[in-house]
């Protein structure tokens, strides 16, 4: 199942929005599942909801205030962030699981690698934008300095003002990791590369604004929800550069594709005569032994071992990188032996 990719300026109310979606798939998976015929005991899917909060990742790790400018674009330790949600990320994502990402994501080229890890798996991704005004989210987040600060002068007081119920409601999720620092606040909105629809990893895109009720938010949980598991979902194929051609040789294909070539070569070198023109038969395997391969030699001389090791590099070369594979299937070792004889065969061929 899916990737939903959580994406917004800091303190727009992500996290909040991330738990109401979370919310809303687990009951649409509860129904999918009493209404399906099967007797299962589990559910149809999967549901993880990944976030800087559930990693123990803290907000400081995007802080570039305290970083000299000239190594500001190596900062090690959103590095080190970014590879644990992606590890996170890469654990659970299959096709009967849908993941929840809730954070910044705010690079596109961060997007962009989450979208060809879930095409790889074969499960689609989509993006949810949350929506809100620059000076609201700034408003959030001064809230939250003002009430750190209070919380400092007098821990005794845990009063919290909730005169703004609206806001109170949509950034209380966010709120347990503290407010960001002013510089680091700004510096992450600057940075921020805002999803664009017209490019494939950023579509599906869903969006909700920080005003949106209840009515609306369903609606587009709705859509959400038809496109990654109702009759709206598209099939998804890997890129074919990234597609692990299957090949049933019984172990590592470039290991078994050197051993029988060279095998192959060997009976060659054992069973041919001084004057050539030998008809050399070699076991197909794969328990087909009954039908043999016959390498046909050129009459009249010898073939030397530099001239089949030269072959045999050659033929190892055109299949060591899956080249041409789409239209010969399944590379086991009964195929490897027959185009080995036949790529022998038409080379001796030619030198007639």
């Known amino acids: 199942m899916p990737l939903i990719i959580v994406t917004g300026f800091p303190t727009s109310g992500k996290t909040s929005r991330a738990k109401q979606l979370h919310d ?28 800087d909060q559930t990693l123990s990742i803290p907000r ?4 570039l205030s305290a970083t000299p400018a000239h190594v500001r674009s190596a900062n090690a330790s959103e590095k080190d962030a970014r590879a644990s949600i992606y590890g996170a990320v890469k654990r659970v994502l299959s ?12 690079i596109k080229g961060w997007r962009y690698q989450l ?17 809100c005004e620059r000076e609201r989210a700034k408003g959030v987040n001064e809230e939250r ?26 950034s209380e999720g966010e709120d347990q990791d503290g407010p960001y620092e002013p510089e680091n606040w700004e ?81 060659i070198l054992d069973q041919q005569s001084e004057d050539g023109g030998d008809e050399i038969s070699i076991p197909r395997g794969g328990g087909n032994d009954a039908d043999e391969l016959v390498v046909e030699l050129p009459a009249g001389k010898k073939v030397g071992l530099p001239q089949l090791q030269r072959l045999r590099r050659a033929y190892m070369g055109l299949h060591r990188g899956g080249i041409g594979l789409e239209g010969v299937g399944n590379m086991g070792l009964e195929r490897i032996r027959e185009t080995f004889v036949d790529y022998l065969n038409d080379a001796f061929e030619k030198d007639n």
């Not at 400081?60 to 802080?63: L, P």
């Not at 879930?118 to 934008?129: E, F, G, H, M, Y």
């Not at 300095?145 to 949509?170: G, V």
Request: some cysteine; hydrophobic content about 30%.
């Open 115 to 131: 979208f060809c890890e879930s095409k790889a798996v074969r499960t689609p991704s989509c993006v949810l934008q949350i929506g």
């Open 145 to 170: 300095l003002r009430q750190r600060e209070q919380q400092r002068q007098d821990p005794s007081n845990t009063r919290i003002d909730d005169s703004n119920a609206l806001d109170k409601e949509k």
């Open 95 to 106: 096709d009967r699981d849908i993941v929840i990402l809730d954070g910044l994501n705010y």
């Open 60 to 63: 400081s790790v995007y802080d």
């Open 187 to 267: 510096n992450l909105v600057f940075r921020y590369e805002e999803p664009n629809p017209m490019t494939r990893w950023d579509s599906p895109l869903f969006t909700l604004i920080w005003e949106d009720g209840e009515e609306q938010t369903k609606q587009v949980f709705d859509s959400m929800w038809d496109t990654i598991a109702g009759s709206a979902r598209k099939l998804v194929r890997p890129n074919q550069a990234t597609v692990q051609r299957s090949r049933d040789a019984g172990g590592d294909y470039l290991y078994v594709l050197d051993k029988e070539t060279q095998e192959i070569v060997k009976k």
């Open 24 to 51: 809303y798939l687990s009951g649409r998976i509860r129904e999918s599942s009493t209404t399906n015929t099967a007797a299962t005991t589990s559910p149809k899917y999967r549901l993880h909801l990944i976030s």
